[in-house]
């Protein structure tokens, strides 16, 4: 977790959290603008359970849903994305917070819609689509803007939702083009379509945008031929409106859409005084803006002013929020104001102004929107300082998507140059599970000379690149050891990473079969990790310290352990995470111990399920967590499925061998289950089989779910049969319905 993480603290709502409740604001609808309720009631009674804005900009999809939201008679829920909302971990905090009021059962869910890597498809997609489908209210939830999170994550995860919209609710989607799983719910019927052509105006309307502008009569003929020039384009008609009510002539224009926007824009713009024509422009660098952050980026001390004279004038301002505080503009308008500040300013002055940007908000705590900004100054290397912080924090809150995006969008150069950047990314990787992207980012990491870094760099760099190799052990237990204790001995006391060289040190005095010297250390990495609100070392260390008791035969002790490990994977959302395995294995042998069978079901559900991220890349952790799981399964009298999990701790164990005290532990375990007769059992799902099974409620055809999980389809094919045999069903549909049923999807 990065120290910005670990040093902040609960206090007041903070900018983000602002914007987030400006982008689940319903905007109002003006009654004097162009009505769509024909498309509104034919989409509204058309049966469909979702309806599908597609146009480009100008074409008033925004003023639909609007419209369509004011006129509702149903509960509304509203949420406007933006580009940093394209990461499912991003996008359903969003609907859920939006859906919130009039849904308890979807209030009760909203903090666990984290989801790092498949999480968010396997876990929180569902969750939030099972409460949506119990809300005892019909509902309609306007997104807007969606072509903004067009990733196949967010697509997938979506669809998950649109699948489980109840009768009597409808979900609006509006966006420039058209959703992929648009054309998939066209052949069921369960898509209602506004195109362009539904949103064009014609000459009746045009008139009235004309009026409302407050533009000057003119003549049938004349209009039509505006009304010809801009085919019926809504934006382009009233730009024509504004240049006629400053005394231009509307039906000289020409030019195709892009180039009769620019024009048109132009017109308007130069008639305006030029501080105000400036603020226009020098604004447009933000997303969303208050007069605070304009006064700060644009170092200027009326922005309150400036923006009222804005909004009186009707210049394509949005209010984002009821009190007027936050506004962003209208999209084709703010792509023009951008191009025309890189035209009249420069390059310079435009990256000046998102430097700025960034500033204020890394002072205002949204430093991901900072990174946003310096991307778009093309500031590299403090980009990637600040990714690099970020980086864990990110991981924890499930936003994987976002990272690897900035990755790509910083290039290997940047990435390559940056250690610290270099360290962060193989932790996240490692801690998802990532195989192919753990490996190559730990051999960058390798090959970094540490006696090429800055002298003041040299000592934190070694001893991170220590903990990431006493985590990944590529060189047996004897070299934990000493990667270990090189790392607890150069983070301090003041350290933020104090509390993971702690857990480290426990672990390898553990693989060294020193458990007693062990007990103390992890007692005192919990305690430091409590200090600094770092629920991942709270979660590794509780379950080792609740095994130390039960070895000492203290399962009262052992069951309070287990419980504080299960209570911060509640607390810190981090269901689903490779790290929650062994806490959840743990706290499940304590369920049964205590005669609690169907608890024990329940968290050994949950901790198989985590147990798919619990690679070779934490090779120790993997098999400590599954030789737990394989109790588990043994007090509940199916020793079936604990040989199935001895067979991948031998698998693990190939790739990484060297465990020293975790080896022999398992081969203790091994002998004590084959002494005794073998019975029938399940046969647990393969983590491949599970990293599978979230795709199968998604239409997404066997090809399709094959390159979302880098394999071929022949493997998809043959995972799926073996899916299918060992939950006993034979559609894709029962696959999912028996998964949720065993808590291996959803809850």
Known sequence: MSEATRASTLGE??????????????????????????????????????????????????????????????????????????????????????????????????????????????????????????????FVLFIDDLHLAGSTACQDALEVILARVPAGSQVVLAGRREPSLVARLRTEGAAWEVTADDLSLDAAAARRVFETAGAPPVAADDLARIVSRCEGWPTGLFLCALVARAGGDATAVTGDERYLADYLYRECLSR????????????????????????????????RAQLREIEAANLFLVPMDRNRTWFRFHALFREFLLTELERSEGAEAAADLHRRAATWHEEQGAPAIAVEHLLQARETERAAALV?????????????????????????????????????MTWIAVLLGDVRLGEKWAALLDAIEASALPADHRVPFSSARAMVRAAMCPEGYRAVVADAAYALEHEPASSPWRDQALHLWGSALQ???????????????????????????????????????????????????AQRGVDAIVASH????????????????????????????????????????????????????????????????????????????????????????????????????????ATAGTVPLTPAELRLLPYLQTHLTIAEIGRRLFVSRNTVSSQLSSIYRKLAVTTRGAAVERAIALGLLGG
């Open 388 to 424: 690099a912080d970020l980086g864990l924090e990110m991981y924890g809150q499930g936003q994987v998507t976002t990272v690897r995006r900035w990755l790509e969008e910083l290039g290997d150069d940047v990435l390559l140059a940056n250690p610290a950047l270099v360290v962060s």
């Open 13 to 138: 709502r903070d900018l983000q959290a602002l914007l987030l409740e400006s982008k689940t604001q319903v905007p109002s609808w003006r009654p004097d603008a162009v009505s769509r309720r024909r498309l509104i009631d034919r989409a509204r009674t058309s049966g469909a359970r979702v309806a599908c804005v597609t146009a480009p900009a100008g074409y008033g999809k925004s003023t639909l849903l609007a419209e369509w939201a004011a006129s509702e008679g149903r509960s509304v829920a509203w949420v406007s994305l933006e580009r940093t909302d394209d990461d499912p971990a991003a996008l359903l905090p969003a609907i859920a917070a939006a859906c919130s009021p009039f849904s308890p059962v979807v209030a009760s869910v909203a903090a666990d819609m984290r989801g790092a890597g498949d999480g968010a498809l396997g876990r929180s997609a569902p969750l939030l689509a099972a409460a949506l489908a119990s809300t005892s209210t019909d």
């Open 574 to 677: 981090m269901e689903g995470y490779p790290t929650t395995a062994l806490a959840l294995a743990v706290a499940a042998r304590v369920a049964v111990h205590s005669g609690d069978r169907e608890q024990g079901e329940r968290l050994l559900a949950r901790g198989m399920r985590a147990r798919v991220g619990c690679t070779h890349l934490l090779p120790y952790l993997a098999v400590r967590a599954r030789i737990q799981l394989a109790k588990a399964h043994v007090a509940l009298g199916d020793r079936s499925a604990a040989f199935h999990l001895l067979a991948e701790c031998d698998e693990l164990q190939r790739k990484r061998p060297g465990l020293g005290a975790a080896g022999r532990q398992l081969e203790e375990f091994r002998g004590a289950l084959s002494a005794e007769p």
């Open 272 to 303: 305006l005084p030029e501080n105000t024509q400036a603020f226009l422009r020098r604004s447009s660098v933000l997303d969303q803006f208050s007069p605070d952050a304009c006064n700060a980026v644009l170092q200027i001390g009326d922005a």
């Open 511 to 561: 693989l060294d079969g020193d458990l007693a010297a062990s007990r103390p250390v992890f007692e005192e990495a919990v305690e430091v990790a409590s200090a600094m609100r770092n629920p991942d070392t709270v979660i590794l260390s509780e379950p080792e310290l609740a095994l130390l008791a039960i070895d000492d035969g203290q399962w009262g002790r052992a069951a309070l352990h």
